[in-house]
Each structure stands twice: as C-alpha cells, then as structure tokens.
C-alpha cells in the first residue's frame, strides 16, 4: 500500500516536471532579427534570436526592421506618420504578415487537457 502511494506521489512530481520545464521552454520563444530584410520577407537575411519579450517588425522609409524587443508590448500594428510598428509574441512571428500558432502552445494545451482529466 505505501509503495503504492510512493508512485502515485512519483507520478504527480513527474507531471509537475514535466509542466515546469514546458512553461519555462513556452516562456521563450524566437524571433527573427534583421534590418532591411523586406516584405516579402526574405529569410535568408535574417537571424533567429531567443526572446523574452516581444518580437517586432517596423517598417520606417522603405526599410524593413525585425528584432526582439525585451519587454512585453501588446500584440498588435500601428501606423504613425508613415511608419508602421507590429508586435507580437510567438515564435517567428515577426517573419511576415500572417499568423503563427505556435507548435509549443498546442503542445501544452494538449498537455493540459490530459492532466486536467
């Protein structure tokens, strides 16, 4: 009976484990960063860096910018005198226009879905 407790309580310490080092993994993600890459994005131009706060794409006199910022910043565009700024926090997104889901996001939520049942 003690043994058996024994791994349950093993089982439960496994899980949280596994939920931290996911969360920390979440917590970071990528971003492309280059100046004068352009749109069309050509990746060929741009570097990946860890990031932990938010990408960002700016478009400034015909010149394309992407870098990680190291702050959060809300996930939206904003134009102000001809330059135009975009944030947003998943991996790569800052490559292009169009929306990434991020692989790690649907990851967990499959994790959490599992250890919630």
Known sequence: MIQKKMHHVSFWYFRLLVIAA?????LA????????????FDESQAKQQSCHG??????????VQRHCMG???????????????????????NGSDKRNISLI???????ALVLLK
């Open 29 to 40: 993600f990528m971003c492309y960063t280059c100046v004068g890459c352009g749109d069309p």
């Open 71 to 93: 702050m959060p910043f809300d996930e939206k565009c904003s134009k102000v005198e001809g330059t135009e700024t975009c944030f947003c926090s998943t991996d790569l997104c």
């Open 22 to 26: 996911t969360v920390t993994y979440v």
């Open 54 to 63: 938010t990408c960002m794409k700016l478009i400034a006199n015909d010149t």
């Open 105 to 111: 996001s649907v990851i967990m939520s499959f994790i």
